[in-house]
Structure formats: C-alpha cells, structure tokens
C-alpha cells in the first residue's frame, strides 16, 4: 500500500470555550476524495486547518505524505504547505492584479519558468472552468462566481498533492461547482492528488469522494460513499452562521 497523504489519529481541536472535535481518526491515500459533514462548519474549517498544517491540534497525531508523526518546524511546515492547496471561504484574489496573474503567481514564485510557458500551462485550466475570456479581467470586473472559480483554479494550476476545499457548493453556481469538481476527480483518478471537501449538503458533493464522515464532537463515523445514507447518517442539517450567509458581501 502506497503511502498516505494525510493520516489523522484520534485527533481532537479545542479552545477554552468550545470542543470542536475530538477523536477523529481517517486517512487519506492517492487517488481519495472524503467529504466532512459537521452540524457546525467551523468543525470541519478547524479540521481542514490542522490539516494544511496551519493550525496544531490539541491532542493526537498528524501526518502528511507516509512522513512519522512529530512537531513541524516553521521551515518544514512552509515546505509541507507548498505541497497542499486549500481554500477556506475567505480566500480571496488580489484585487489589483489580473485573474490570470492572480492564478500564475504562486507558480512564478516556486519555479523558474517564463511568463510564457506559465500562460500556457493554465491555458487548458482557464478554458474547461470558462475563465479563459475574463483572464486579463481584475477581479472587481467579473462576477462573483468567476471570482471565486480564479481562486481555486489558482491552487488547481500548483497540481498540490493535497486540496482541501471548505463548501465550494456554497461559492459557485451549480454548473462551475460540476465542472470543478470533476476536474478534481479526474486528477484524483490520475493518482496525482487526494482531496477533502466540506459541504453543507452531502447529495453536492457525494458524486465526487470516495467516503463520507460526519464530525460530531465525540463521534466521527466514517462511511464509504455508496454505504452512507444521509436520512439515517446524517441526523442534523449544517446551519449556516452569520459570517457565512453573509460571506457573498465580503467578496
């Protein structure tokens, strides 16, 4: 069995007033898509920051690439985080930059390659995700929903062998959301990638992984896809708190 990209055991994140999990144990292999349901989003945020190394976890161990378990330096965890592509809800694009200069940025910075050679390497991304014509458009010029595919077609074009995706359903529409995620899938497929995605309706994203938890704070059942079965599993409906209903005003 290949290494895994990511291995949780019995993990658990608090702060002095909230327990938002504890004993979550999975792992992730090459080629995986999971799907994190929580009656609470911030759970599965908090999840998914442990995970790209951006936050430590109270109790319990984390690896990342078949790597043994033990504390990160600063230099090794900004190593590990050039390897993961993660996208939380208030991601967002540098205002005065074009979206194709946005999505080229992190790949100028850690490869030595052209303009050119980068322009071209995105091409493809830009024309399946429909951002090909709007590519020397700033960010304030295209709609909501463009402006937030630009932000995950930035971390799709690092090709990361690990994306972790906070509700893309709630970001874009129904058909960008299709196409992104079948990109995703196909990269998976492809072994070149593993993937989480939170969501707050498991039927968006149940067609894209291979296994469902649902985060609660002592009990984290783990499902494959084809078992899980959201009106017996999933007895509570995600509420949406203040910060995201309003997260389309923030864009």
Not at 116 to 131: A, I, Q, S, T, Y
Not at 152 to 163: F, G, I, V
Not at 176 to 197: G, H, P, T, W
Request: hydrophobic share 40%; proline share 6%.
């Amino acid at each position: 069995m290949s290494n895994p990209i990511v291995e949780c055991r019995n993990l658990g994140c608090r702060s002095l007033r909230r327990v938002y999990f504890e004993g979550v144990s999975f792992r992730l292999n090459p080629g995986e898509g999971g799907l994190l349901l929580a009656e609470a989003l911030r759970n599965s945020r908090t999840l998914l920051y442990a995970c790209a190394a951006l936050i430590e976890p109270t109790s319990g161990q984390i690896g990342w690439f078949g790597q043994p378990d033990k504390p990160l330096t600063e230099t090794k965890a900004l190593a590990l985080r050039r390897r993961i592509g993660f996208i939380h809800r208030e991601t967002r694009l540098i205002s005065n930059m074009t979206i194709l200069d946005n999505i080229t940025l992190g790949l100028l910075y850690y490869r030595n390659i052209s303009h050119r050679e980068v322009d071209f390497e995105v091409e493809g991304l830009l024309d399946r995700l429909g951002l090909l014509e709007h590519r020397y458009s700033r960010p304030a010029d295209v709609s909501y929903e463009k402006g937030r595919l630009a932000v995950y077609a930035r971390e799709l074009a690092k090709k990361p062998k690990l994306l972790l995706l906070e509700t893309p359903s709630l970001d874009l529409g129904q058909n960008a959301y299709s196409m992104m995620m079948n990109d995703i899938r196909n990269m998976a497929d492809k072994q070149e990638c593993a993937f989480l995605v939170s969501a707050a309706n498991p039927e968006e994203s149940r067609p894209w992984v291979d296994w469902v938890m649902v985060m609660d704070k002592k009990d984290n059942p783990v499902w494959k896809v084809d078992e899980f079965d959201p009106a017996r599993d999933f007895p509570f409906q995600p509420h949406l708190d203040e910060s995201y209903r309003n997260i389309r005003t923030l864009a």
